[in-house]
């Protein structure tokens, strides 16, 4: 098993930035690939980012150049650094941890999942 403790965050300005980290903890010698994912009521969780044991990332299109993603092994930390946050990045982020390739992030139904953390981006 693996446990996943989100924070970070939080409401901010339109043009505002945050950074959301997830720290992993239990059985994480078999992860393979960490991300990020957003969900907004009504809509279905959608990958944001996602990074591989091996440093590979991919974004969403919709973040690309404004998020990045990263990872601390020592610390078994995934971290999300959002900046020139809009509105439409208003969601619940969750971090997901897999033993599985990353090519399998589109998916979201595996993994382990955080508890999910709130972003508010005013207009």
């Known amino acids: 098993q693996v446990q996943l403790v989100e924070s970070g965050g939080g409401l901010v300005h339109t043009g505002g930035s945050l950074r959301l980290s997830c720290a992993a903890s239990?059985?994480?010698?078999?992860?393979?690939?960490m991300g990020w994912y957003r969900q907004v009521p009504g809509n279905q969780r959608e990958l944001v980012a996602a990074?591989?044991?091996?440093?590979?990332?991919n974004y969403a299109d919709s973040v690309k150049g404004r998020f990045t993603i990263s990872r601390d092994n020592a610390k078994n930390t995934v971290y999300l650094q959002m900046n020139s946050l809009k509105p439409e990045d208003t969601a619940v982020y969750y971090c997901?941890?897999?033993?599985?390739?990353?090519?399998?992030?589109?998916?979201?139904?595996?993994?382990?999942w955080g508890q999910g953390t709130q972003v508010t981006v005013s207009s």
């Open positions: 990074i591989s044991s091996g440093g590979i990332t």
């Open positions: 239990g059985s994480i010698f078999s992860i393979q690939s």
């Open positions: 997901n941890f897999r033993n599985l390739p990353i090519a399998t992030m589109s998916q979201y139904l595996y993994g382990y």
